[in-house]
């Protein structure tokens, strides 16, 4: 009798495709400081490493290389501000009885 080899990883492979590709570049937040001093920030759950940067920068970065686990990119500039919403007025005096 022979048994057929069953892959049980969902993606067929050991790590899921990549959320990021080479020479996109996206708006990310700097969360916190790696060992080797680069700044770490998150694209949809993947770790990415930006040299000279610090915790609390937004920027935009270009990915330069993407390996297993991690992605390394470059800053290109400052991060584009999000619309605020317009906050409601509040009232000049408040009513009095």
Do not use: C, S
């Given at each position: 009798m022979r048994y057929e080899r069953r892959d049980r990883?969902?993606?067929?492979?050991?790590?899921?495709?990549?959320?990021?590709?080479?020479?996109?570049e996206y708006d990310v937040k700097i969360e916190e400081t790696s060992r080797r001093g680069e700044g770490i920030a998150r694209i949809k759950g993947l770790v990415t490493f930006v040299?000279?940067?610090?915790?609390?920068?937004?920027?935009?970065?270009?990915?330069?290389r993407i390996s297993?686990?991690?992605?390394?990119?470059?800053v290109v500039g400052e991060a584009a501000e999000p619309e605020e919403a317009a906050e409601?007025?509040?009232?000049a005096e408040p009513e009095e009885k």
């Open positions: 990883r969902p993606y067929g492979r050991r790590f899921p495709p990549k959320p990021v590709e080479m020479g996109k040299p000279n940067t610090k915790p609390g920068d937004q920027v935009r970065v270009r990915i330069t297993r686990r991690f992605a390394e990119a470059e409601p007025e509040e009232a």
